[in-house]
């Protein structure tokens, strides 16, 4: 079945720090793949999305490029800042979007000012 | 735009206990998810709605688990008995029509089986 990997954490960077979090997938057919974000005592929320391969999804100065031949969607972030401290889960759903997101495990950043 | 509403935020039960968590999702949407969020794990899917039908259940405990949307707008998901292993986040989330591919979270419960 379809599953997500994404880099262990937590993560710990300083502030204005370059930020990246792997993630690779697996699926069997053309998946959307997503980034979603948890904040501290808040729901989860979409971060950015991408729907076909070489897609770029941004939002709030984060970027993720789909890459169908590498099966990967790493996170990055030029700067970083305290406010980004945060649990990132990286996701998938198949191309027809009936069925539901497969998560990766989540990875915990800290930011430290 | 009101948001997903869930409730209660935290519970705290004995095992062998049952317990009951509703969802409201976002005015319109038709299809509503559950997932389980067991601590140190991402979500997994427990079950889908496409209005007050059921999608996707096949990851549910049907031994222990239920769950109805019977008017297709609110949902209720019960544990009877819960057991320890069942303590994780529940998060309800919802889309405004199956194949649409962002999907709204609500805050989650957070269960505790004692």
């Known amino acids: 079945g379809d599953s997500v990997t994404q880099m262990e954490g937590p993560v710990t960077l300083s502030e204005e720090a370059f930020l990246t979090i792997n993630c690779t997938y697996t699926a069997t057919g053309y998946p959307s793949l997503f980034w979603y974000v948890q904040y501290p005592g808040e729901g989860l929320q979409l971060l950015l999305k991408?729907?076909?391969?070489?897609d770029k999804g941004s939002n709030k100065g984060f970027e993720a490029t789909y890459r169908k031949e590498t099966t990967s969607f790493h996170l990055e972030k030029g700067s970083v800042q305290v406010s980004d401290s945060a649990v990132y889960f990286c996701a998938l759903s198949e191309d027809s979007g009936n069925t539901p997101l497969v998560f990766g495990k989540g990875t915990r950043l800290s930011v430290i000012a | 735009e009101a948001g997903v509403a869930q409730s209660p935020r935290y519970k705290i039960i004995e095992k062998r206990q049952s317990v009951a968590f509703w969802c409201n999702p976002i005015s319109g949407h038709a299809t509503l998810y559950w997932y389980q969020q067991i601590l140190g794990q991402g979500p997994k899917l427990l079950i889908q709605f496409q209005n007050n039908g059921v999608v996707d259940d096949s990851q549910l405990p049907k031994d222990r688990f239920s769950a109805e949307r019977l008017k297709g707008v609110d949902s209720t998901l019960k544990i009877q008995p819960a057991k320890l292993e069942d303590s994780a986040v529940y998060l309800c989330?919802?889309?405004?029509?199956?194949?649409?591919?962002?999907?709204?979270f609500g805050p989650g419960t957070r269960l505790t089986v004692l």
């Open positions: 989330a919802s889309n405004p029509r199956l194949g649409y591919n962002e999907q709204f």
């Open positions: 991408a729907t076909k391969a070489d």
